[in-house]
């Protein structure tokens, strides 16, 4: 099988092998997250509004916190991943830190098999649609697990930020969705110096391309916002210019970094 047609067994081995760093990491720093401490940012807060008693489908979760931090909110909150490990951490973190958070070890696209309840919001955030080949099957997944009038929230990084190389001196990548990258990374975007490798494949999107999966699936667009900060310290080369605001240094507030997207399902659909 080639890489490309493989890479559901690549990437859920590329996720299992970074979640032992992650779980110890500063960057994602469970000590204070155990605490109390949420992993939400100010710009899904803003967006999420009160979640309050509201059902939330949290896809591409990792190792669980931001679905925690849903259910710390009072909304009943479900995440789902492809890594096993995370999930396993996930559920073993939603336990230590008393919250009823639910999790399900599954592919976004494979979801369908897994669960068959509707959400009146589903969220995703921060490096996840890169993950996945073909965006009209995630936004299918995303209207079939939304009820009518239900709310999709999506706050990822930007595709401008995917065309740079890993120092951001050079467009490297196509802005547009080109097909499978397969490369292999040693460290991991929480800890660069951590003595691991992995090899994954991704692929890039551009907005257009994004969008139109959402209105082709029954999804209208509320809003669309594009930030030129990153509210994580993921990328190489950057400076902190406000508390968890994050630049590419030499490139200062000239490009995107992070954008939003709010959407509702239509009333009338299943
Ligand atoms: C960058 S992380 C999620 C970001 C999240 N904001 C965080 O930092 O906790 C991306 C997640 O997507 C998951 N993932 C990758 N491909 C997937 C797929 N096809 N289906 C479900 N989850 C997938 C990975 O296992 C990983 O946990």
């Known amino acids: 099988m080639s890489k490309e047609n493989d890479y559901l067994e690549i990437n859920r081995q590329s996720w299992n092998n970074r979640t032992d760093t992650h779980l110890t990491s500063d960057f994602y720093d469970l000590d204070g997250f ?16 009160d ?29 789902i991943d492809l890594s096993d490990k995370a999930i396993e951490s996930a559920k073993q973190i939603a336990k230590d830190s008393g919250t009823d958070a639910k999790f399900i070890c599954s592919d976004v696209y494979d979801l369908p098999n897994h669960l068959h309840q509707q959400f009146d919001i589903v969220y995703t955030s921060y490096g996840t649609i890169g993950w996945l080949p073909d965006l009209d099957r995630w936004a299918k997944v995303i209207a079939r ?25 050079k467009v490297f990548y196509h802005y547009f ?30 907005l257009s391309e994004i969008i139109n999966s959402l209105i082709q699936n029954g999804l209208e667009i509320n809003s669309l916002d594009e930030y030129d900060y990153s509210p994580y310290n993921c990328f190489n080369k950057t400076i902190e210019f406000e508390p968890k605001k994050f630049r590419i240094e030499h490139l200062g507030d000239k490009i995107p970094m992070v954008y939003s997207v709010v959407a509702t399902k239509n009333q009338v659909s299943n």
């Open 34 to 49: 155990l605490k109390g401490n949420t992993s939400l940012n100010s710009i899904e807060l803003d967006l999420l509004g």
């Open 51 to 79: 979640i309050k008693g509201k059902s939330v489908l949290h896809l591409q979760c990792h190792f669980g916190q931001d679905t925690i931090s849903l259910a710390r909110l009072g909304a009943d909150a479900t995440g």
């Open 145 to 169: 697990f939304l009820k009518p009038g239900g709310k999709f929230v999506f706050v990822e990084f930007h595709p401008v930020v995917w065309m740079f190389d890993n120092d951001f001196e």
């Open 177 to 206: 969705n080109s097909g499978a990258i397969i490369e292999t990374e040693s460290g991991t975007y929480a800890d660069k110096t951590a003595d691991i490798t992995q090899e994954y494949v991704t692929w890039n999107h551009g």
